[in-house]
């Protein structure tokens, strides 16, 4: 049988996203942790404004965020049909378009209420959950093979980067039929 195998824009893109989410994940607890803390707090709070750095993190996996959004629904349609593939996507464009909308200041001045701030910490904990179940849903179907394939640097003659344009010309294509 042969191994499975994972387009690689979508590898870049889906790579790409994991990263920022993983750095926005651990700069956002270390926010919560320093000043919500409502359901725990760390033991010890690294130095630096970490608001600053989770604001530009946002900013940065805006960019692939959507790229992968995009191919999610050109190119990835197929695969949006499964829950475990829907839901992170769902749940991070809550996290960014919530976190878009906040101001830097509001958790510094203690207002913990505000209904955008809530969205937020929703969008992160739907993201955390649904990224655990996108990861079972994966392994469960295909074991560690189809999880491996996500993360292989192999390429297949056709699928490097100067095949894209002609990928997304296709799709287009067959879809205009």
């Known amino acids: 049988m042969a191994s499975p195998y994972q387009p690689s824009l979508l590898r870049l893109l889906h790579g790409l996203t994991s990263f920022g989410v993983l750095g926005?994940?651990?700069?956002?607890?270390?926010i919560y942790s320093a000043y919500d803390g409502r359901w725990g707090k760390l033991p010890i709070q690294p130095p630096g404004?970490?608001?600053?750095?989770h604001g530009y993190l946002g900013l940065v996996l805006l960019v692939p965020a959507i790229g992968l959004a995009l191919y999610s629904f050109s190119l990835?349609?197929?695969?949006?049909?499964?829950?475990?593939?829907a839901l992170p996507?769902?749940?991070?464009?809550?996290a960014l378009?919530?976190?878009l909308l906040m101001e830097g200041d509001w958790l510094e001045e203690g207002q913990l209420q505000a209904t955008v701030?809530?969205?937020?910490?929703?969008?992160?904990?739907?993201?955390s959950v649904s990224v655990?179940?996108?990861?079972?849903g994966l392994v469960r179907r295909g074991g560690w093979p189809l999880a491996g394939s996500i993360v292989s640097l192999?390429?297949?003659p056709g699928d490097g980067p100067r095949a894209w344009p002609v990928q997304l010309w296709t799709y287009l294509r067959r879809s205009r039929r």
Request: hydrophobic share 60%; glycine share 10%; aromatic share 10%.
């Open 24 to 30: 926005a994940w651990v700069s956002g607890v270390l």
């Open 49 to 53: 404004d970490w608001i600053e750095w």
């Open 76 to 85: 990835g349609r197929q695969r949006l049909g499964r829950a475990s593939n």
């Open 89 to 94: 996507l769902i749940a991070l464009a809550l």
């Open 97 to 99: 378009v919530s976190g």
């Open 117 to 127: 701030y809530s969205l937020h910490l929703t969008g992160w904990l739907l993201l």
């Open 132 to 136: 655990v179940a996108h990861v079972a």
């Open 154 to 156: 192999a390429v297949r």
